[in-house]
């Protein structure tokens, strides 16, 4: 059974660039979520999708958005990005009504703004 | 909100050593979850366990949700334990992780 895949792996931009990730969660699973990592703010909670629908989010600016498709895979897109935009995006999927599994984590994209 | 407080934050071992992660919570939360973040940077879920004790090979862990804590034990340390480990609540669909525990397990 494949996991949780996210693509691609590593990631170098330019400020002001935009950046689209991508996220394909276990086979079945339909709730999709978003965390960004940085050393100074530590796991911080992006949004979370079930359905195509986004159902929750955190505290981040507008310029951090994202979807899910019908496959239930989901993007995340971050325009005009800023330098301290740098981190490690992890997105994880869970078997929605399974609480008892937890949620699984993808190996996630580092993102590096220059 | 609900603070989530680890400790130790740094730990270094030997291999073979036992140890024991601590995880504080300052209120009643839900579905505490333990995971182990390798050196490459994947969250691996150890441990779903909103209370009770569960046990998995050399770890195990135990939460006691009456006095807002978890517990996570190692066993045997291996240097392939090495990493952060996070414990992890969820709230309205969202996980809110403590600042983790370093753990260097020397060969």
């Known amino acids: 059974k494949a996991g949780v895949t996210q693509t691609p792996r590593y990631l170098i931009k330019t400020r002001g660039q935009q950046v689209t990730l991508s996220c394909s969660p276990i086979?079945?699973?339909?709730?999709v979520s978003w965390y960004q990592q940085t050393p100074g703010q530590g796991l911080q909670f992006l949004f979370e999708y079930f359905s195509e629908t986004q159902r929750n989010k955190g505290n981040f600016p507008g310029r951090f958005s994202g979807r899910q498709f019908s496959n239930s895979r989901s993007e995340m897109n971050v325009s005009t990005l800023e330098l301290g935009d740098s981190a490690l995006y992890l997105c994880?999927?869970?078997?929605?009504?399974?609480?008892?599994?937890?949620?699984?984590f993808g190996s996630g994209t580092r993102l590096t703004v220059v | 909100g609900i603070q989530v407080e680890q400790s130790p934050p740094d730990l270094i071992l030997q291999e073979g050593a036992n140890s024991t992660l601590r995880c504080n919570f300052s209120?009643?939360?839900?579905?505490l979850q333990w995971f182990h973040q390798n050196p490459w940077g994947q969250l691996i879920n150890l441990f779903y366990i909103p209370s009770g004790t569960k046990q998995n090979g050399r770890l195990s862990a135990t939460t006691v949700a009456t006095e807002r804590y978890s517990l996570l034990y190692i066993s045997s340390s291996q240097t392939t334990d090495s990493g952060v480990y996070f414990c992890?609540?969820?709230?309205?669909?969202?996980?809110?992780f403590g600042s983790g525990t370093r753990l260097q397990v020397q060969p």
């Open positions: 994880a999927s869970r078997l929605e009504g399974n609480r008892n599994y937890g949620y699984t």
């Open positions: 209120d009643s939360v839900n579905n």
């Open positions: 992890a609540f969820e709230g309205r669909r969202a996980l809110t």
């Open positions: 086979s079945g699973h339909r709730s």
